[in-house]
């Protein structure tokens, strides 16, 4: 069985550029959902994805925008990046209709932006 | 506003002995707990989980303990293990939603 992965492990960006960061879910997931991880803090709900539409989203402006693919991959797009966009970007896959809301944890994308 | 808390930022305790991590929430809507433990470099691994309808459930040497009139939820390790050591987060998911709500972290040392 296959974890979560994501990709890149780490990135660099200027203030005002764009990124995309990928993620692959656990063999047999169907949903992803994104978090933002700043430093010392609890990882934040951004959105999640469910047969390939957005299935709820949390306090995020719309420039955190995403995507799911037919094979259950998943993007997290950030346009008009800004300082307080560095942290740890974290996708989690679970599967509808099993074990109420378990998500299981890639390793993190880290985002600088200066 | 802080719906999930973690009140401890750091614990400390003797290896074989009993670590006890706390948790207090605000919202009764959420219906689903659950524990994550997280090493540098890595993403949360999940622990254990309850449900609202039950006030405790154990795995192995993790037990949670779910008070809803409290608002309160703890994680019990025993015996502790050095390699316990990690950031504990508790999480909570309101009822019919797909979201996690997380505390901020309980930094656990295990000494030998």
């Known amino acids: 069985e296959t974890g979560v992965t994501q990709s890149p492990t780490h990135l660099i960006k200027t203030r005002g550029q764009q990124v995309t960061l990928r993620c692959s879910s656990q063999?047999?997931?169907?949903?992803v959902s994104w978090y933002q991880q700043a430093l010392g803090q609890g990882p934040q709900f951004i959105f999640q994805?469910?047969?390939?539409?957005?299935?709820g989203r949390g306090n995020f402006p719309p420039r955190f925008s995403g995507l799911q693919f037919p094979n259950y991959s998943s993007e997290l797009n950030v346009n008009a990046l800004e300082l307080d966009d560095s942290a740890l970007y974290l996708c989690?896959?679970?599967?509808?209709?099993?074990?109420?809301?378990?998500?299981?944890f890639g390793p993190g994308t880290r985002l600088t932006v200066l | 506003d802080q719906q999930v808390k973690q009140n401890s930022p750091s614990l400390s305790v003797q290896e074989g002995r009993i670590s006890i991590l706390n948790c207090d929430y605000t919202?009764?809507?959420?219906?689903?707990f659950l524990w994550y433990k997280k090493y540098p470099a890595e993403g949360p691994t999940f622990l254990i989980s309850?449900?609202?309808?039950?006030d405790k459930n154990e795995d192995g040497r993790f037990t949670v303990f779910l008070n809803k009139s409290a608002k309160h939820l703890s994680l019990h390790i025993v015996p502790s293990q050095p390699g316990d050591s990690a950031v504990y987060f508790c999480a909570a998911s309101p009822l019919n939603t797909g979201k996690l709500i997380f505390g901020q972290g309980t930094t656990l040392q295990v000494k030998p």
């Open positions: 063999s047999g997931h169907n949903t």
């Open positions: 989690a896959s679970s599967q509808v209709g099993s074990v109420r809301d378990t998500q299981y």
């Open positions: 919202n009764s809507m959420f219906d689903y």
């Open positions: 994805y469910y047969r390939e539409e957005e299935n």
């Open positions: 309850i449900s609202s309808i039950k």
